[in-house]
């Protein structure tokens, strides 16, 4: 990410939004090997990802950790040192290019949707698919979308 905002005017990166500038900015100090490292770890993540899907079909998994957040916030800890703690349930099958739906599973108790995915063998996209019209179908009602405000 800091390759691309380097690459930008002062006045251009100015209008990224400052947590991504923060966490970006750290990997100007990475070196070459770390970065290696790190994305070795993509593909141990996909070896992973290949023997679970050799015993299972299809994983139900949360979206995230949280149901909500802060809305200006641009995820649960708005700390940019610790950027993925959010995404712990989804990278792995971004990674490992599995296909995967994300619906809404129901609410919380102050009415929040709780996001639900379904996550299926590498190219079972039809599968996943339907996979989630099942589950929606016996998930039950759900609520209006918000309106928003009339102004």
């Given at each position: ?24 900015e750290r990997g100007a100090k990475l070196s070459g090997v ?21 015993d299972l079909d299809y994983v139900i998994s949360p979206v ?88």
């Amino acid at each position: 990410m800091w390759d691309d905002l380097s690459k930008l005017s002062p006045e251009e990166r100015g209008k990224a939004l400052p947590y991504i500038t923060q966490w970006a900015e750290r990997g100007a100090k990475l070196s070459g090997v770390d970065v290696i490292r790190g994305f070795n770890m993509t593909m141990a993540i996909r070896a992973a990802a290949a023997k679970l899907f050799c015993d299972l079909d299809y994983v139900i998994s949360p979206v995230s950790p949280v149901v909500n957040l802060a809305p200006s916030w641009p995820h649960r800890s708005n700390d940019p040192d610790k950027p993925f703690e959010h995404i712990g349930y989804t990278v792995p099958w971004n990674m490992a290019e599995n296909p995967a739906v994300s619906i809404n599973g129901g609410y919380d108790g102050n009415g929040f949707p709780i996001g639900v995915q379904i996550i299926g063998r590498r190219f079972d996209d039809i599968g996943v698919l339907a996979m989630a019209k099942a589950f929606e179908g016996l998930r039950g009602a759900q609520r209006p979308w918000p309106s928003p405000p009339k102004t």
